[in-house]
């Protein structure tokens, strides 16, 4: 596992706590590896998900730290959706 997927393994994990109702969500973070979020809560994971985000790792860690906004994000391509945009919707509250 990548220092970067490590860190938003840990990072995630605080903000959803013990797991995510909404279904799952796999962070696809470009050359480190994946993050899925689901109701068994935060971890490194590359397998399939209900809705999947991809992004560099710079973009990533200003999504979660909360510099870039997420909506903001999509509309300038910098990260793209995959699958049900209302759960990723429904991720952005949580960790807004």
């Known amino acids: 596992m990548s220092d970067v997927v490590a860190q938003a393994v840990a990072a995630l994990s605080e903000k959803i706590g013990d797991g995510f109702d909404g279904g799952s969500v796999k962070f696809d973070i470009e050359g480190e590896g994946g993050v899925r979020i689901d109701g068994d809560g935060v971890r490194a994971d590359d397998g399939d998900a209900d809705c999947a985000l ?25 990260i793209k959706i995959d699958g049900d945009m209302g759960i990723a919707m429904k991720l952005g509250s949580v960790l807004g």
């Open 54 to 78: 991809t992004a560099d790792a710079d973009t990533f860690q200003e999504l979660r730290s909360g510099d870039l906004d997420p909506t903001a994000a999509f509309m300038t391509g910098k």
